[in-house]
């Protein structure tokens, strides 16, 4: 299938999905104020992908900025590669990343660890 | 009679310590402006970034929930309004949002509100968790989002305007040398 792309500016995140290398990023800023449009294409790609049973994926999560909207968003995702990680014999580990100093983005993915069922590892960001 | 003149504005503006002020409807464009002018003035710094988050989260509610509506050409349909004021001293920031609220909404946002105001750091960071998992329109995930990236609670205020609606004004403040 397709890698899915997209370049980010001001408020919207980069995402770079690779179903060739199962890398899954999104670095940068999240504040589109109609986030369910936005993120629709996005869902709808994951579903796809996540009909194929057993990858091993990675999601590096490098993001510099989210609104609350947004933060539901990526609630979801989560929810989704839960749901691969528990049920369809997959593995997915998140990499968490932030900036050195940033402590309230470091809280923020340790608050997504304990609202769903899959492994963060958290790296400063370089 | 307040003095409107470019020059009367500016003092008041300055006597007020206003660095940024916007009525109407909040664009994603006039949020961007807002950030790159918080970056501008202190870059890398996670206090202006939380300044910043807590203008989104009140643009994002004067959008979905005030009374004013008025159609936006950019975003193709109709969007709330309101009025968003930063204003900066040596020792905080108080940003404050205001807009036109619904009669019949104002006992749940006064219950939204007084509920928050009532938690701790940690009971705010299990309240958020919980919230975000309500549907959108229920929960208070950009309330608690602003209390908890300030520090303080809600200041608020609603004056009752006539037999539709209420004015609902916020202020958040959040301090220069607040733990990181």
Request: glycine share 4%; net charge negative.
């Given at each position: 299938m397709e890698n899915f792309t997209i370049n980010g500016k001001l408020f919207i995140p980069s995402?770079?999905?690779?179903?060739?290398?199962?890398?899954?990023?999104?670095?940068?800023?999240?504040?589109?104020?109609?986030?369910?449009?936005?993120?629709?294409?996005?869902?709808?790609?994951?579903?796809?992908?996540?009909?194929?049973?057993?990858?091993?994926?990675?999601?590096?999560?490098?993001?510099?900025?989210?609104?609350?909207?947004?933060?539901?968003?990526?609630?979801?995702?989560?929810?989704?590669?839960?749901?691969y990680h528990t049920n369809k014999n997959g593995h997915v580990t998140?990499?968490?990343?932030?900036?050195?100093?940033?402590l309230d983005m470091l809280e923020s993915g340790e608050e997504y660890a304990e609202d769903v069922g899959l492994p963060f590892n958290f790296f400063v960001m370089n | 009679m307040p003095d409107l003149t470019p020059y009367g504005f500016a003092k008041i503006i300055e006597e007020h310590n206003i660095v940024l002020a916007f009525q109407g409807m909040m664009t994603n464009d006039i949020l961007s402006v807002v950030a790159n002018n918080l970056q501008k003035k202190h870059p890398d710094d996670v206090m202006s970034k939380r300044v910043f988050s807590i203008v989104v989260?009140?643009?994002?509610?004067?959008?979905?929930?005030?009374?004013?509506?008025?159609?936006?050409?950019?975003?193709?349909?109709?969007?709330?309004?309101?009025?968003?004021?930063?204003?900066?001293?040596?020792?905080?920031?108080?940003?404050?949002?205001?807009?036109?609220?619904?009669?019949?909404?104002?006992?749940?946002?006064?219950?939204?509100?007084?509920?928050?105001?009532?938690?701790?750091?940690?009971?705010?960071?299990?309240?958020?968790?919980?919230q975000r998992r309500l549907p959108e329109d229920e929960d208070s995930v950009g309330l608690v989002e602003m209390v908890r990236k300030s520090g303080n609670p809600?200041?608020?205020?609603?004056?009752?305007?006539?037999?539709?609606?209420?004015?609902?004004?916020?202020?958040?403040s959040v301090n220069k040398k607040a733990k990181q």
């Open positions: 995402v770079n999905f690779n179903a060739e290398t199962h890398l899954l990023e999104i670095g940068g800023e999240s504040y589109h104020e109609f986030t369910k449009e936005f993120y629709q294409p996005i869902m709808e790609w994951l579903k796809n992908y996540l009909a194929i049973p057993e990858n091993t994926i990675v999601f590096n999560f490098k993001m510099n900025y989210y609104n609350t909207s947004s933060s539901r968003r990526f609630l979801e995702i989560f929810d989704m590669l839960e749901d998140v990499n968490w990343y932030y900036q050195a100093g940033d | 989260e009140m643009a994002q509610n004067i959008n979905l929930y005030s009374s004013e509506v008025a159609y936006s050409e950019s975003d193709k349909r109709q969007v709330g309004q309101g009025t968003v004021v930063i204003s900066e001293t040596a020792d905080e920031h108080i940003i404050y949002s205001g807009n036109l609220v619904e009669n019949d909404k104002v006992p749940s946002l006064l219950e939204k509100c007084n509920r928050i105001n009532a938690l701790g750091p940690d009971q705010l960071r299990e309240y958020f968790i919980e809600l200041v608020f205020d609603l004056e009752n305007i006539d037999s539709h609606n209420t004015f609902f004004t916020l202020a958040i």
